[in-house]
């Protein structure tokens, strides 16, 4: 999953009701902000994706116990 920060406070200072707007606006989108107000763009996995991933997690793991090779992460 790829994420973009975009920091614009040069340009715009985006209100509360502003990012809320753009929210709507926008809703196939995931927006976060943090806390220096910059605005990030969360790509969502999806279900196609996110069901190939829990596959790919369960053989990755099942393996691993197999094996004791070491410790798998997501």
Do not use: H
Request: glycine share 6%; net charge negative; proline share 1%.
């Amino acid at each position: 999953m790829t994420n973009f920060t975009i920091d614009f406070s040069s340009v715009i200072n985006l209100s509360d009701e502003q990012f809320f707007q753009l929210c709507q606006k926008n809703q196939d989108l995931r927006f976060e902000r943090n806390d220096k107000g910059d605005l990030i763009i969360v790509s969502p996995t999806g279900g196609e994706t996110s069901r190939s991933n829990f596959e790919i997690y369960l053989d990755l793991g099942n393996w691993n116990r197999r094996t004791k090779l070491g410790i798998a992460f997501d």
